[in-house]
């Protein structure tokens, strides 16, 4: 595609409520990274991974959280269970290479009631 | 540890008048230094990087961003601002042992007519 595309645009779920959020980076891309931002934030490093595989997830703030990208392409990011305090802004970013510039999505903006 | 920092929150300029956004950032070796801009809604949009080379950088929408070693920054300047600039815009640098773009916390500049 044309760029990085994010779905849902917007969620809102009930606290304790599982959510998935979807990105599908730009193809070819080798990098893809998940970022969270809070309101009045910059966006924190959540997860990335290098085609398939997940080579870094320091990020992610609890093992609610869970991310994929199975087939190096499409990725996933899971919150199990989700709290009022994972309401944020969540990007999704892809990269050609490592250390190369990242693009990125819209965001999803999750809010949790 | 790696981090980058924007020291102005908020930042208000007439329209027609110069602009310059601070960016210092704190690595062990010299990263790669990005500068993205936010408008509301939005997802990331890049300015303008430096990998090496030139240290002053011509980006896009008229900005530009100088390197200076010495004092670890990357500041942002444009000479003459559009109301259309008005949008948050963030500092990010990229290096060392890791895989991340690290994020500062963004400037939000608003423009007077």
């Known amino acids: 595609g044309a760029g990085v595309s994010q779905s849902p645009r917007y969620k809102v779920a009930k606290r304790g409520q599982d959510v998935a959020l979807r990105c599908d980076p730009i193809s070819g891309h080798v990098s893809l990274f998940w970022y969270q931002q809070a309101l009045g934030q910059g966006p924190e490093f959540l997860t990335y991974f290098q085609n398939e595989a997940q080579l870094d997830k320091s990020g992610l703030p609890s093992d609610r959280f869970f991310a994929e990208r199975p087939e190096g392409s499409v990725s996933t990011l899971k919150i199990q269970r989700t709290q009022q305090e994972d309401s944020a802004v969540y990007l999704c970013?892809?990269?050609?290479?490592?250390?190369?510039?990242?693009?990125f999505g819209q965001g999803t903006r999750l809010t949790v009631v | 540890a790696q981090s980058v920092t924007q020291p102005d929150i908020h930042i208000t300029v007439s329209e027609g008048a110069s602009l310059e956004l601070r960016c210092n950032y704190s690595y062990g070796a010299t990263p790669y230094l990005f500068w993205y801009v936010q408008s509301p809604g939005q997802g990331l949009q890049l300015l303008l990087k430096?990998?090496?080379?030139?240290?002053l950088v011509q980006g896009i929408k008229g900005f530009e961003a100088e390197f200076k070693r010495s004092q670890s920054s990357f500041n942002l300047r444009k000479p003459s601002v559009h109301w259309s600039d008005a949008a948050e815009y963030f500092c990010a640098a990229y290096g060392g042992a890791t895989n991340k773009l690290i994020f500062g916390t963004g400037t939000l500049l608003a423009v007077q007519p």
């Open positions: 970013a892809s990269s050609p290479a490592q250390g190369t510039e990242a693009f």
């Open positions: 430096y990998f090496s080379g030139d240290t």
